[in-house]
């Protein structure tokens, strides 16, 4: 809980010491205070985006039953879940998406996206910047050097002007760890500083006392307290700015703003308010953690929200041998009662949901994990990691839909043509949102860097 109340020793100001730690602190709480230099010009490209919604199923989804059905492979390989025939004539999609694939007129598919890299830590890391972990298959990685290449949210943040009290930046309703507690590297600001992070919002949406703690002030505090704690901020930061001559105190001091800006917002603290939904527009989205985050991506988005990263649940009955999508054990049953039902439910939802506000066109929703599966069963009816080929949609934005390019072979286990690294992916999410990747920002020391190494998919682009 967010609190700007204390007690504790007074320094000559009449100011407590724990007053001035708990004010400076509120980044700490997740509200982003800033130490960054003056962002680049972008580059300009032709992207339609003005934002961007990442579905990422935190585990590794098979290719074999989602996006890339293989039915003239061996049954070992091909799996439970037959191919249906999608809107896109010719287009097949595993028999568990038939919402998906009744809106695969909407969908650029990727069959042949690789890392090369099989472990989750490793692998994400590539997925969630562009750029290969040091050294690959490493498992359990945590952040830091040489692996500190910041997350696409944080470059957003980097480049962009804030557009409201909200962060340009969001994860929800959880960050990404593995089952030892290790926490994947690349989804934070890296060597631009913890500043950028993409804020993290923890919360169960689809819990019935559901709420965003970081907004919950406590009872003794309204807004007129709040506001006094705004002036006492703004006492110290001049007192500060005095004796410094720091150049980033204006970017301290901004963000400041922002954090108690946020709090005293109606309505951007209402962009998190489910309750505001119909239940029949909750309902379309799947009444699952998963689900209810996708709905809360697309409030955000209406929000001013540049880019929301809503990441697959980790919650605490998820089995410790095959959790999230991470399928090494009876996978079939883990698709059909648990992982897709509610990932085509909530996919689909979000995408006629923002066609009817007429959003779809200027918000580019991409759907990815760090791997895919094994082509061949394991001996526990599971599918284990692999990196070697795997899918990803994309839609909006700017995508053309109806399209799929890439293919694997006829095990699902290799390209065979139309070859993707992440840094491509990379590439055109950022062309999409209308930055070339020839775009420079510089990290904490000045050093200049393109936010991507990889191509621009053409093919995919309307």
């Known amino acids: 809980m967010l609190s700007l109340q204390s007690t504790g020793i007074r320094l000559c100001d009449r100011?407590?010491?724990r007053e001035m730690l708990r004010i400076g602190g509120l980044g700490m709480c997740g509200l982003g205070l800033s130490q960054l230099l003056a962002?680049?010009?972008k580059a300009a490209s032709n992207g339609r985006a003005r934002s961007c919604i990442v579905l990422f199923l935190m585990g590794g989804a098979p290719q074999h039953s989602t996006w890339d059905p293989k039915p003239g492979a061996p049954e070992n390989v091909r799996g439970d879940f037959a191919p249906?025939?999608?809107?896109?004539?010719?287009?097949?999609?595993?028999?568990?998406?038939?919402?998906?694939?009744?809106?695969?007129?909407?969908?650029a598919v990727l069959r042949a996206v690789s890392t090369g890299d099989n472990a989750h830590s490793s692998s994400g890391y590539y997925m969630l910047t562009g750029r290969k972990?040091?050294?690959?298959?490493?498992?359990?990685?945590?952040?830091?050097?040489?692996?500190?290449?910041?997350?696409w949210g944080s470059v957003v943040q980097r480049l962009e002007t804030p557009r409201g009290h909200l962060p340009d930046?969001?994860?929800?309703?959880?960050?990404?760890?593995?089952?030892?507690?290790?926490?994947?590297?690349?989804?934070?600001?890296?060597?631009?500083?913890?500043?950028?992070?993409?804020?993290?919002?923890?919360?169960?949406?689809?819990?019935?006392?559901?709420?965003?703690?970081?907004?919950?002030?406590?009872?003794?505090?309204?807004?007129?307290?709040?506001?006094?704690r705004q002036q006492l901020a703004r006492h110290l930061d001049q007192k500060v700015q005095a004796t410094s001559a720091s150049t980033?105190?204006?970017?301290?001091?901004?963000?400041?703003?922002?954090?108690?800006?946020?709090?005293?917002?109606?309505?951007?603290?209402?962009?998190?308010?489910?309750?505001?939904?119909?239940?029949?527009?909750?309902?379309?989205?799947?009444?699952?953690?998963?689900?209810?985050?996708?709905?809360?991506?697309?409030?955000?988005?209406?929000?001013?929200?540049?880019?929301?990263?809503v990441n697959w649940y980790r919650g605490p009955d998820e089995p410790t041998d095959s959790p999230c999508w991470d399928s090494h054990r009876d996978e079939s049953k883990r698709l059909k009662d648990v992982l897709v039902p509610p990932t085509d439910a909530a996919f689909s939802a979000l995408l006629d949901d923002l066609q009817e506000r007429g959003m779809l066109d200027e918000t580019l929703v991409v759907c990815m994990s760090e791997f895919g599966r094994t082509p061949k069963f394991n001996g526990r009816a599971g599918r284990d990691h692999w990196g070697h080929v795997f899918s990803v949609a994309l839609a909006g934005g700017g995508i053309q839909g109806g399209v799929v390019?890439?293919?694997?072979?006829?095990?699902?286990?290799?390209?065979?043509?139309?070859?993707?690294?992440?840094?491509?992916?990379?590439?055109?999410?950022?062309?999409?949102?209308?930055?070339?990747?020839?775009?420079?920002?510089?990290?904490?020391?000045d050093r200049p860097h393109p936010i991507s190494t990889g191509r621009v998919i053409e093919q995919i682009l309307a």
């Open 169 to 228: 930046a969001v994860r929800l309703p959880c960050h990404i760890f593995n089952t030892d507690g290790s926490i994947w590297p690349g989804q934070d600001g890296g060597m631009l500083g913890r500043s950028v992070d993409p804020w993290l919002f923890r919360c169960q949406p689809s819990s019935p006392d559901y709420r965003i703690s970081e907004f919950q002030l406590p009872d003794s505090m309204n807004l007129s307290r709040l506001q006094g």
């Open 405 to 445: 390019h890439g293919a694997s072979d006829e095990l699902g286990a290799y390209p065979t043509s139309g070859l993707v690294h992440p840094e491509d992916l990379t590439a055109t999410i950022f062309h999409a949102l209308g930055y070339t990747p020839e775009t420079v920002f510089h990290d904490q020391v």
């Open 39 to 41: 962002p680049q010009a």
């Open 133 to 151: 972990h040091v050294p690959q298959n490493a498992e359990n990685a945590n952040p830091g050097a040489p692996n500190d290449w910041p997350n």
């Open 15 to 17: 100011v407590t010491r």
């Open 248 to 309: 980033h105190l204006g970017a301290f001091a901004a963000q400041q703003e922002r954090a108690y800006g946020l709090l005293a917002d109606a309505a951007s603290r209402g962009a998190f308010d489910l309750q505001s939904e119909s239940p029949e527009t909750r309902a379309k989205y799947s009444d699952t953690p998963f689900g209810q985050s996708c709905l809360l991506a697309r409030r955000l988005i209406e929000a001013d929200v540049r880019l929301v990263q």
């Open 84 to 107: 249906i025939s999608t809107s896109v004539p010719g287009v097949q999609f595993g028999e568990l998406m038939p919402d998906l694939a009744r809106r695969a007129h909407q969908l």
